[in-house]
């Protein structure tokens, strides 16, 4: 739509062609790294990160702090007592950098990441795209990890005609998180279902429905009436802050 505004991208060249990313996405994952991580000893240095310049990628070049990430995704899987760690404030050299990251990688793949054409000399490389591609399998499956009907046992609402709880715990997180999106918005009489968490909620629509399901009396629906997408977004990141500040 022409009043959707367009996310700011940056622009990066490097040997293998030029490459770009949003910067909006960058300064999301930074506040969500400086957030799962606040207080662990073995990033302190580094954090919290910055949203300027390539603060992120230059505290992901040992690989330390993607490998703590993912812990933070999924507790357990790093023993970190094995990783490179930094001694009296002196930067890890570039072989114990490629440990740390072939930790990372390696463990990124065995918790459900897809990744292609991503070595550790990328990751010490600083290269955005990559860095970036990772950072954001890791968080979305964190982020998912906690979906499920042990922690949730009311998700049995979630059941279609004919189906019974073996086959709800067939789906993966992410089908069970749209059927719950998709059961809310069908409470609330709306006529939005979705299908995806990308294009399906690009508008706002979705999520200004489901805040007011979840907290009517602190998240309304005005939002629905701003026609100009960017300022329905801000009024549902407000809506959520009220959420979390009560």
């Not at 990066?12 to 991580?37: K, P, T």
């Not at 499956?141 to 189906?163: C, F, K, M, V």
Request: glycine letters at 6%; charged letters at 25%; hydrophobic letters at 40%.
């Amino acid at each position: 739509p022409d009043d959707m505004a367009e996310p700011e991208i940056v622009k990066y060249e490097q040997q293998r062609g030029v490459h770009h990313f949003s910067d909006e996405e960058r300064q999301a994952f930074v506040e969500h790294i400086n957030f799962v991580l606040a207080g662990n000893p073995d990033v302190a240095d580094r954090l919290p990160i910055s949203n300027e310049g390539t603060h992120l990628f230059d505290a992901c070049q040992d690989g330390l702090l993607l490998c703590h990430l993912i812990n933070s995704a999924v507790a357990g899987t790093i023993d970190e007592r094995a990783l490179n760690k930094r001694k009296n404030g002196r930067a890890l050299d570039v072989f114990q950098s490629t440990e740390n990251n072939n930790v990372a990688i390696n463990s990124a793949i065995s918790i459900g990441c897809t990744v292609v054409n991503c070595g550790s000399q990328d990751i010490i490389d600083g290269t955005p795209h990559i860095i970036l591609g990772l950072i954001w399998q890791i968080i979305r499956i964190g982020l998912l990890a906690g979906i499920s009907l042990t922690e949730h046992p009311e998700l049995y609402r979630l059941l279609l005609p004919g189906e019974d709880i073996s086959d709800l715990l067939k789906l993966p997180p992410e089908q069970i998180l749209l059927r719950w999106v998709n059961y809310h918005l069908k409470r609330a009489g709306s006529q939005k279902q979705i299908r995806n968490f990308s294009k399906d909620i690009a508008d706002s629509e979705a999520y200004t429905i489901l805040l007011n399901q979840l907290a009517p009396d602190r998240c309304s629906t005005d939002a629905l009436r701003e026609r100009d997408l960017e300022k329905r977004a801000e009024a549902v990141l407000n809506n959520a802050d009220r959420m979390v500040d009560d």
